[in-house]
Structures are given as C-alpha cells and as structure tokens.
C-alpha cells in the first residue's frame, strides 16, 4: 500500500511545492486549503491525477477523513506579513486551533506531524547568525506578534504532544524562501520587487535597504523537508540559505536581472522589521546532510522566468 499523506496550505506557495514532490515519490496526498492566502492555480496541474485530492475547508474546523495518513504536514498559514497583519485572528487561529487538531488527527491516525514554523521565532535577533538554541527576541505584542508568537505557540503544542503523547513530530524553521507559484501579490520583498521591475514601476525598498535577509530557492528547502523526514529528530531544524544580502543588493540584483531601468524609491521601514536574518545551518548539515544548491542570482532567474510567463 502507497504512503498517504494531508497536507495544510496545499495550495499555497510551498504546500503546492511539497505537494509535487511527495507525489513524485508515491505518495498518495491530501490536500486541505480554504484559499485565504493560496491560488487553485497553483494546483491546477494535478486535477488528472488520481493520487491526489483537494478539500477546500478551514483547517480550524477540520473536516473528518477517511482512513489513516503516515504523515500530517501543517503548512497553512498566511506567511507575507502583509497577508497576516490583514488576517490577524485568522493567523494566530490556524497555528493555534490548526495545530491543535491536526496534532489530535496526527495521534488519532498514527501519523508523524511536521510543522512548518518559521524563522520569526528569533523575532529581530539579537545573535547573529541565529541557531536552533537561541531562543529569540519577539515582542508579545508587536505588529509581528499574531505570526511569530503563533508560531511559538505552535512549536509548543506540538512538542508537549511529542513529550507527553509521543506523537512523532518534526520542526523546521524556515528561512525566507522564493520561487515560482509565490502569489505576486502578497507583499513580501522578492514578489514585490520582481513584479515592479517587470512592469517598469519604482522598486520600494522599506526604510534604507540596509537591513538583511537569506534567501532560500524552494526546491532547496523542499529537499530539506524529505530529508528530515528520514531521520527520527524531534527539536526544531533551520533550513535557510546563509548567504545573506541587504535588501538594497536584492533590489539592484533584481534590477539587473530583469534588464529593468525602474528607478528606486524609499518607503518608511514597517514597525519590529529584523535588521538581520540569517540561519546557522549547522545542525542541517550535520543531522541531513543537507546544504542548499541554488544561489540567489540563479534562484531568481527562475523565478523571473516563472513571473514573466503568467
Ligand atoms: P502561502 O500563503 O502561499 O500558503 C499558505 C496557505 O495556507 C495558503 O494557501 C492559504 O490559503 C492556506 N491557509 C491559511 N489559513 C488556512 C486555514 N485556516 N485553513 C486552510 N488553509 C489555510 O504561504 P507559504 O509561503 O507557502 O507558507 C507556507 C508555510 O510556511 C506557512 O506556515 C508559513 O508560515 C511557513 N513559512 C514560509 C516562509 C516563506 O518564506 N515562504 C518562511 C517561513 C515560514
Ligand atoms: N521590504 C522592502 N520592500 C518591499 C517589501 C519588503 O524593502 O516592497 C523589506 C521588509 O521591510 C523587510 C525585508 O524586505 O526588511 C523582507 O520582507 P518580507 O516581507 O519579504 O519578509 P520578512 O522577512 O520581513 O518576513
């Protein structure tokens, strides 16, 4: 019998990704999204396949399904801060009701549970560059609070499951990741600023472009997924790409990419923004094996790509 998996944010940026590749390796998937922040285009490729089925519904009042699953992915969440400083009860929400029931589904099944948290937890860091054993600098409530404290939340939740039910769990923290099928309207740097080069209209760096970030191409950080589902490791694991550039490098390497002649304009910096991001992967490469492949200037020429044909 074929391994089954559900996956939460099936039709989001990643959760589309990861859908793909657990269908490559012969699983047969789940896929749950209510679309708050995800586009059925970004499935649309699999309506003939027979492994695969889509349930649109809220994971906060989760629909009963048939039969056993071997893992429960909860990826549904917005993740733009833009989308979840719109959406911010729905966000604080999906970490903390989802992630209960799914950890309760996860259980009920007897299915490995694998949290998609995030590098916010470090908050605006304070040690650079941030390892799983730093334990952050968030402010409770901060504009950022409904994401990052739900994601804490959620880490929480899932390792009292772990220690108190031994439900088998997985954590990764995942480092700013990009690629194609990223909504091009969901505010965050790179969608922003490819989409203005491509339509000639002024790149809008927040605040003065010094403040940092690494940038991870998705198909790194889905390969990082599968290997950490092979290993028996319940503590969360960073999976970014350390290399780390300011956002002004970001916007000029954009332009040069896009052969774009827009000009760039400064916008005020959002409240709690990180001056620094950038993921210690040691503990990656040392428990999976795993480094990531695609640096950003090769990165965003797929994506580029991937924009200018939609
Ligand atoms: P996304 O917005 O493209 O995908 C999230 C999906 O979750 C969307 O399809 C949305 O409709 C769905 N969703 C939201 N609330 C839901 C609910 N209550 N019920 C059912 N579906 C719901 O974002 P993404 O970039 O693909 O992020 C996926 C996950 O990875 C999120 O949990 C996010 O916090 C995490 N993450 C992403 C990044 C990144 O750089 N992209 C970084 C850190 C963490
Ligand atoms: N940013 C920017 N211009 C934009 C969008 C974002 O300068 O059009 C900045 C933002 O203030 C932050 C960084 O780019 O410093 C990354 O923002 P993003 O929303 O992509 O993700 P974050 O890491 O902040 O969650």
Do not use: C
């Amino acid at each position: 019998m074929s391994m089954r998996a559900l996956v939460t944010g099936a039709a989001g940026f990643i959760g589309s990704h990861l859908v793909d590749r657990l269908l490559a390796l012969g699983y047969e998937v789940v896929g749950v999204d209510n679309l708050l922040t995800g586009r059925r285009q970004n499935l649309a490729h699999l309506s003939e396949n027979a492994r695969f089925a889509f349930v649109e519904a809220d994971v906060i009042t989760l629909p009963h399904f048939d039969g056993p699953f071997d893992w429960v992915f909860h990826l549904a969440s917005p993740a733009s801060p833009p989308k979840y400083l719109a959406h911010p009860i729905e966000t604080l929400r999906v970490n903390a009701d989802g992630t209960r029931l799914l950890l309760e589904l996860a259980e009920k099944t007897g299915a490995k549970f694998f949290l998609a948290s995030t590098s916010e937890v470090y908050g605006d860091p304070e040690e650079h560059p941030q390892n799983e054993r730093y334990w952050g600098n968030v402010n409770p409530i901060g504009p950022r609070s409904v994401y990052d404290e739900a994601k804490r939340y959620a880490e929480a939740f899932a390792t009292a499951y772990h220690q108190s039910r031994g439900v088998p769990i997985r954590i990764v923290r995942i480092f700013n990741t990009y690629g194609p099928r990223m909504d091009p309207e969901d505010g965050r740097v790179v969608t922003n600023f490819i989409g203005q080069a491509l339509r000639g209209e002024p790149l809008t760096i927040y605040g003065d472009g010094s403040q940092t970030r690494s940038f991870q191409y998705i198909d790194d950080l889905i390969d990082g997924f599968v290997a950490l589902m092979g290993v028996d490791h319940s503590e969360p694991v960073n999976l970014g790409n350390p290399g780390e550039f300011t956002v002004a490098e970001l916007a000029h390497l954009v332009l040069e990419l896009t052969g774009s002649r827009s000009e760039i304009v400064h916008r005020p910096l959002p409240k709690d923004d990180p001056r620094r991001r950038r993921p210690d992967i040691d503990k990656a490469k040392r428990l999976l094996g795993w480094e990531p492949r695609i640096p950003l200037r090769e990165g965003l020429r797929r994506t580029i790509a991937a924009f200018e044909r939609t």
